[in-house]
């Protein structure tokens, strides 16, 4: 608690709110522009951060991880075309609202939905991560090798149509992350002689390419179906639809606080998701509805339900990335980068080396929920007039951006190098439906896990029978297996979802949402 | 998507192969003695990435052959292929102009040549785009975070 004092100490200072604030506005700006979501928003923003200091740079990254969840829903309730995929429910009953008049009122909900999920979702972050981290401590390599071979199996398995091309993505991100020095005999892998390679991969350069540039390319050849559909903006709010009433607020706030708690649950699991969080909130609340058969035509409690859950993913999925430093989702694992960068590094130890500054991230968390109610109240009306602007003069901008980011990275043009190459696996990996998150995730804990694999075979003697002396490191190998066979024979990851995410009209107009959907972010 | 499959999972088999037989074995020197070799985990992710793939080709040449109407167009449109190739053109050229004239040319081109390629004619928002953007950089950097990109 008194880390927490000192945390608001650091926070609540211009210079910090400043940068919160910026990071919440920029956030929102990308959440709402269809295609550009949280993960693009944050790896492109890296670099920015560089000579920030620590608690304002990781408060700005975060802000614009909360603000891109929660502009989201301005596109999906304005143009029928979620910014990210994960605020597709909100379409299904904020547009209907929208085409009746009632955008301002929809827009207000979605707001005041994601604020309240991501709040009480940062609660619980606050109040499981450390706790846990306790026992992450009392966790040895055998075990770490176990657990992360098995969020990377799951996660492979979950974030795709094809467990097989989830695995190839996540063998393909280990593989990558095995260029460079070899940490324990020093000999250069996969170098090819150049001096550039030996420190290995950056991942900065990497995700801004993956991410960013391949999203940009997609939307370049499919400029015209997208600027066609920012220019049938619904703009008509009648004064008396602008505001939520009582008996709004009285049938909203259940399914704000059921999307809360769904919304926190998935985001703990890793791979699973904003998108899962979401369509489970908003199926739970139609479910629960005394009127089902309205939801799809405009009820409010259906934006509410879809926003909160969306927005509650994001704080309670850096839980296992705090507790034990595994990323389960691609915000978790371009944070780490980040977290890195600043003297943060993710996992159990954090919270014993640098607690104040953990103290500072958790309060400009709180703050930047706080700040993104202001700027959403306050701003709604001006980025529903963002998503209007052409993509032809958004997409060079960002493409200038991601340049100057992943050059910021070595201060070399060897990272736009590799920007490019990943740029063009990025593409083909969204076309061809291999999940690049999976690949990210695998890229990022290649090195803990090659590290642990490394001493868990020295631990083990080399003699898989000495497992039984490790029954934590056993059961996580034994839930690996099941989980090969489970989604294998299943395939069955996304059941149920398919059909809803059919039933958003517009959804398939929007390449980038098509392929985004099956995704997790 | 069985037809981008097959080809996806070939192109990858063939790949995890040259990887496994050529690559890893002249890139990736022996270890000293006693310590475990350099190369395990990049062979160890290559046989994985090879036997997926052919897992992947046998199980779409496998599944059952669905209606030629009824298959979705291919997954990669000619218009995706074409912004993939103009976009990639234009970093050629700005990476060009960065290390032969000025990261400042390479900056305008990069923008200037983005909003042409995406269809953009007049010239007025030709140069008040790229203008724009590089002046918000240099703001941002420069006067803001007070420090230098270059």
Redesign the interface.
Known sequence: MDYMIVGFQDVLNPTTLFWVTAGVTLGYVLGALPGLGKATGVAVAIPMTFYLDPTAALGMLIGIAKGSGAGSAVSAILLNTPGEPSSAPTALDGYPLARQGKAQKALKMGLYASVIGDLLSTLVLIMLAAPLARYALLIGPVELCAILLFSLTFIGGLSGSSMTKGMIAAAFGVFFATIGMETETFVPRLSFGLLELDDGLSLVPLAIGMLAVAEMIVQAGNIKALDHESAQIVDGAAREDRIITRDEWRRSIPAILRGTVIGSIVGILPGLGASVGSFISYGATRKASKTPEKFGTGMIEGVAAAESADNAVVPSSLIPLFALGIPGSVIAAILIAAFILHGLTPGPLMFVQQPRLVAGVYASMICASFIMLAIGYFGQRLFALVIRLPLRHIIPGVLLLCSIGAYMDTNSVFSIYVMLAFAVIGFFARKLDFSFVTFLIGFVIGPTLELTFRQSLQLLDHRTVNLVHHPIAAAFILLTLLTVVWLGRGNGRRVGMAPAVAAVPGLDTTPGDTTEIKRED | ?RR??VM?GVI?AVFGLVMLVI??PR??????DG??S?????SM??I??TA??L??VI?NIRARPVDARAEPAA???R??????V???G??AV??GL??WLSPLAA?FA??????L????RRPL?LIL??AG??GA?WL??YKL???A?L
């Open positions: 998507m981008a499959n996806a990858l690559v890893i890139q990736i020197g022996p270890g000293p310590m475990m350099p190369s395990l985990v990049p992710m290559m994985v990435i997926l793939s897992i992947l199980s997954p990669i449109s218009d995706e292929i074409l912004a993939l103009r976009i990639l234009l970093f700005a990476l960065h290390l900056g990069l923008v200037a040549g983005a909003q390629v995406l269809g953009e928002l785009v790229p953007f590089l950089i941002l950097f975070l007070g420090t990109i």
